[in-house]
């Protein structure tokens, strides 16, 4: 599934998935035709890819009912723009060999940056750093009757508890609030080309600190000190 503030992530998820998929079947909402043309660039005409143009219905349910529309093999693996696969992705072809016709993959989520992984218990929050995540039912055989429910979040129906399973083997990793970290790389590479303000070494250092989550900060424990343009957004004072 695919909006137009992820393509460059999507890119990267394209990729990581290309090896282990017969067929890629791309949803977008085609709300930004400059941006999509990075992603027509990447595909390139490789017809193991279908670009599907799919305004946006008011929940992903909706989306992810087209790509059971479209899909022609046996197993299907759904993965959003900002999500990519191992390495060891091609793992997931094992699975498709057992008793299980479903199965919840486990899923680490990027927060902030890319080393810090969030550590609260689905439905807490509770601090937990051992909690495992499993993202519902992500990869199952395709067959007659099952179906996206029209809900954010969906997770596929038509299958029996008995025929579901869990990955642990191969993760998905969501960099969904991680994003800023793309446009910190283009600032860092724009200005190792222009800046004579800073020095390589300086900006080196500031890159490393986004990307490990090290720069240096002070906390505002007073919100209420914000713009009042940005307390009335984020609803600070009735929180």
């Not at 529309?69 to 197993?75: L, M, P, Q, S, V």
């Not at 596929?156 to 083997?169: C, P």
Request: glycine fraction near 6%; include cysteine.
């Amino acid at each position: 599934i695919l909006t137009p503030d992820d393509v460059k992530w999507a890119v990267l998820s394209l990729e990581a998935v290309e090896p282990i998929a017969d067929e890629i079947i791309i949803i977008e909402d085609g709300k930004s035709p400059e941006k999509l043309k990075i992603l027509d660039k990447f595909i390139d005409g490789r017809e193991k890819f279908k670009v599907i143009h799919c305004p946006y219905k008011g929940n992903n349910g909706l989306q992810y009912q087209e790509i059971l529309k479209y899909a022609t093999g046996d197993w299907l693996l759904i993965i959003d723009a900002d999500e990519i696969v191992d390495d060891n992705a091609h793992l997931l072809r094992e699975y498709m060999e057992k008793d299980k016709e479903v199965y919840s993959i486990r899923m680490e989520h990027c927060i902030y940056n890319l080393a810090t992984l969030d550590a609260t218990e689905a439905g807490g929050p509770k601090y937990n750093p051992d909690y495992t995540h499993h993202v519902p039912r992500r990869f199952f055989r395709l067959k007659k009757g099952i179906y996206f429910p029209p809900l954010e979040h969906a997770v596929i129906q038509g299958f029996t508890e008995e025929q579901h399973g869990f990955i642990d083997d191969v993760v998905i990793w969501h960099y969904g609030r991680a994003k800023a970290m793309m446009e910190i790389k283009e600032k860092y590479e724009m200005n190792l080309k222009r800046s004579r303000m800073h020095s390589k070494e300086f900006l080196d250092w500031w890159h490393k600190a986004f990307l490990l989550g090290t720069y240096p900060v002070k906390r505002l424990e007073n919100l209420e000190r914000h713009p009042s343009v940005i307390r009335r957004e984020f609803n600070i004072g009735l929180l």
